[in-house]
């Protein structure tokens, strides 16, 4: 009689999450549309209003404040034509650093990286691993048997066959592989150095952008009292979930306070919190040619072991993960004021996966218990943890993605009047500065590397534009930055809001235990879940 109950309450669930499998048939405006009409409307309306007679220019000098995934695949992806003159890169980081974070799966964005270059791909795809399968189990209901239950399990390789063409190459090669973060990064960036000479220059935590209406450009201000020259013609932000180059596109400045800038103030904390431990490559392990996710549901939390890709011909590494729900914390909503709580932790902690908060082994040991008092199968678990030398803790953060500041703003001159006027100088946000997601669904690295190509795209296209009208009134920079906006807003907004839903589900409470456990049996039986995870795979760019 439960057991019935509660798969009715699960497939109830399927008519709203049926909305969030592909939103676009319900919200994605047609070419042609009303509502694109509208949006053109509008864009052309505002750039009537504040126009004035400031000569364009194409944007030839470009600075990417961030140097994660995003920033490094977007000076790629800008270098890839002669196009672009300047392309400089800062990083409040001292260095990159290929021992922090965690392993992250690629299918979108490696098909964005082929289309960047085809053997920057090749080279990322031969130091990962391709992903095989993912499987989520459950502790058992009832009887002596401490043998799990499986819920689901996912062909990766045979559902990309099946369902997502865009994921397979022109020669049959599956475009779905894990691979450390940092090793990423480090591949990004050596790649950078050796095809087009960039070097990032660390050490440089924004704290200002200025133009100060010359025709020289943008220039930037750091905390050690730095600038730079006034000569860019756009400043993108991929600096992060707490991103300062957001202050400037929400509010027109970034409210720097010198070393003391944490950046945006709009990362909201999910009350979810992660610790994992990542396990070196050794030999035993160097002949894995696939890697594996594996699920273990247990009474308020969950965990994960996954592998990954280290390095070409390096040995796989592996992690193991504990998801549960801060004490603190009704989802994100404080239990209480963080004044009252004097083992609260601080909001700023650890709000992206490529710091470094190392924790000490006896905290993940202390995790291991709770492993246990979840009933959750800990033995694939403790086998990782008893090998790491690698810990960390943080907690997930998000966007709002139904902000109405949106992702683009257009620097003005001093003393311009009220509206302002068009200068066609812009900041605009990319990767986690933008869209930034609980990580679920594995895609926050992959929506980074397609808004990086979409972004890139539409600054050609202006370019472009701009190189063959005679007619400035049909140059205008601020409507196609403001498409790459809607082009990549609801794909990433889609993933977010099913990302939340499946992390506050997993880790949800004992009491909706058996609940969740039942979902996730009656989403893949009937091909949902596969449904789901195809989708956020699929590249939108």
Wanted: one cysteine or more; aromatic letters at 10%.
């Amino acid at each position: 009689m439960v057991t019935t109950t509660i798969i009715t309450s699960a497939t109830v669930l399927l008519s709203f999450l049926a909305l969030i499998i592909d939103p676009s048939c319900a919200f994605s405006p047609v070419k042609g549309s009303a509502a694109t009409k509208r949006t053109t409307f509008a864009s052309s309306l505002w750039a009537s209003i504040s126009a004035d007679n400031t000569e364009l220019q194409p944007v030839r000098k470009v600075a990417i404040i961030g140097s994660g995934i995003c920033g490094l695949s977007l000076a790629h992806a800008l270098l890839r034509s002669g196009d672009i003159e300047v392309v400089d890169i800062f990083d409040s980081r001292t260095e990159l650093d290929e021992k922090i974070g965690s392993g992250i799966q690629l299918t979108g964005g490696m098909a964005a990286l082929r289309e960047i270059s085809p053997q920057l791909q090749r080279n990322v795809a031969d130091a990962s691993l391709p992903l095989e399968r993912v499987i989520s189990r459950c502790r058992p209901w009832f009887g002596n048997s401490n043998e799990p239950w499986k819920l689901l399990e996912l062909d990766i390789q045979k559902s990309i066959r099946t369902n997502v063409e865009e994921l397979i190459t022109e020669d049959g090669e599956v475009l779905a592989y894990t691979i450390l973060r940092g090793t990423l990064q480090r591949i990004l960036h050596e790649e950078l150095m050796k095809e087009h000479d960039i070097q990032v220059q660390f050490g440089k935590r924004l704290s200002g952008l200025d133009y100060s209406g010359s025709d020289s450009g943008i220039s930037l201000q750091f905390t050690d009292g730095g600038s730079t020259d006034p000569k860019y013609d756009l400043v993108v932000g991929a600096d992060g979930i707490k991103s300062i180059v957001k202050d400037f596109v929400n509010t027109g400045k970034t409210n720097a306070d010198g070393a003391d800038n944490n950046g945006s103030s709009s990362a909201i904390y999910s009350g979810i919190r992660i610790t994992f431990a990542i396990q070196e490559g050794d030999e035993i392990d160097k002949d894995t040619t696939g890697a594996q996710f594996t699920q273990f549901f247990g009474n308020g939390a969950y965990a994960l072991t996954s592998m990954y890709g280290a390095g070409k011909g390096e040995p796989v590494a592996k992690g193991a993960f504990l998801i549960y729900m801060d004490d603190d914390y009704i989802g994100p909503f404080p239990k209480r004021k963080a004044e009252e709580s004097s083992d609260a932790k601080p909001l700023d902690e650890n709000i992206d996966w490529t710091q470094d908060n190392r924790v000490p082994k006896d905290h993940v040991e202390e995790c291991l218990e709770v492993l246990q008092a979840a009933s959750i199968p800990s033995n694939d678990v403790a086998r990782i943890v008893e090998k790491s030398n690698r810990f960390f803790d943080l907690g997930v953060y998000f966007h709002n993605p139904f902000s109405l500041n949106g992702w683009v703003r257009e620097f003005s001159k001093p003393n311009s009047g009220w509206f302002g006027s068009k200068t066609s100088k812009y900041a605009v946000l990319a990767g986690d500065a933008a869209h930034a997601m609980p990580p679920f669904l594995g895609q926050g690295g992959n929506q980074a590397i397609q808004d990086a190509v979409c972004l890139s795209s539409k600054i050609f296209q202006y370019n472009s534009q701009f190189q063959q009208s005679t007619d400035e009134d049909n140059v205008d920079l601020k409507v196609l930055l403001k498409e790459y906006e809607n082009r990549r807003w609801l794909p990433t907004a889609s993933i977010t809001a099913k990302s939340a839903f499946l992390g506050y589900l997993e880790a949800g409470s004992s009491f909706f235990s058996n609940f969740r456990d039942a979902f996730f049996f009656v989403m893949g039986k009937v091909g949902v879940a596969e449904k789901v995870f195809m989708d956020s795979a699929k590249p939108k760019m």
